[in-house]
């Protein structure tokens, strides 16, 4: 994993375009997503094989979603938003220098779960 006890900063620019959709009418994107965020992280060590790195992300967003539209829930992920990356890393081999990171996401902007992931890094 990376090294510990480091701070990092950043931009980041998300694009995607979902055409394959049940939801999608007519070849219009299911989901259409444009993101700029500016993010701060830490790392911090947690034992010999676990690091944490919580991230905060600050950005813009334009977003619309078919899914989100025929909904009883609003579409709040539009505009100025704001998000918390509490990271889990765990390494599993020092040697090849895999690791996986579990990744749950919290959006500050409207206090809701913000999806998240689990990342497998392999080096060949």
């Known amino acids: 994993a990376p090294a510990a006890n480091s701070f990092n900063f950043g931009l980041q620019a998300n694009r995607l375009t979902e055409q394959d959709s049940r939801a999608s009418l007519q070849g219009a994107a299911a989901e259409y997503r444009r993101e700029a965020f500016a993010y701060v992280s830490t790392e911090r060590p947690i034992s010999e094989n676990w690091l944490w790195r919580p991230t905060v992300y600050t ?25 918390v990356s509490p990271n889990v890393i765990w390494q599993l081999s020092e040697a090849t220098g895999a690791y996986l990171t579990i990744n749950p996401t919290v959006k500050l902007h409207n206090l809701q779960f913000g999806g998240g992931n689990v990342q497998v890094f392999v080096p060949f």
Not at 63 to 68: A, K, N, Y
Not at 72 to 77: A, I, N, Q, V
């Open 59 to 83: 950005g813009y967003a334009n977003v619309t979603s078919e899914l989100r539209q025929h909904s009883d829930e609003p579409l709040k992920d539009n505009g100025w938003l704001a998000k």
